[in-house]
């Protein structure tokens, strides 16, 4: 079984900082773009940023010179460093792999991790 999991949400005032992150387990062989996505109550998921096998970065508008997102390649892991937190980034924090597995290509959501901004 391939799996992604998420830890690191939690509550923090406005202008905090938190690091979310997200490790795949199972039988892989490869893991291309990584991928976090959000949910606020009400709305739909949107994609807050993504990163490729080779390191290229894209970001949500609402995210952009806040949000960092890295990869560990060799733990299988990719993180979100979220700096100057506003009220408007609580959502809950789901991660996306696009995993090459020994059960074939998979597309592997984690179970989400809230993130609670307080004003």
């Known amino acids: 079984q391939v799996q992604v999991v998420e830890s690191g949400g939690g509550l923090v005032q406005a202008g905090g900082s938190l690091r979310l992150s997200c490790a795949a387990s199972?039988?892989?062989?490869?893991?291309?773009?990584m991928g976090w996505y959000r949910q606020a109550p009400g709305k739909q998921r949107e994609l807050v940023a993504v990163?490729?096998?080779?390191?290229?970065?894209n970001y949500a508008d609402s995210v952009k010179g806040r949000f960092t997102i890295s990869r560990d390649n060799a733990k299988g892991t990719v993180y979100l460093q979220m700096n100057r937190l506003k009220p408007e980034d609580t959502a809950v924090y789901y991660c996306?792999?696009?995993?090459?597995?020994?059960?074939?290509?998979?597309?592997?959501w984690g179970q989400g991790t809230q993130v609670t901004v307080s004003s």
């Open positions: 996306n792999m696009e995993i090459s597995s020994g059960l074939g290509f998979l597309n592997p």
């Open positions: 199972g039988i892989i062989f490869r893991i291309n773009d």
């Open positions: 990163i490729t096998s080779g390191g290229s970065t």
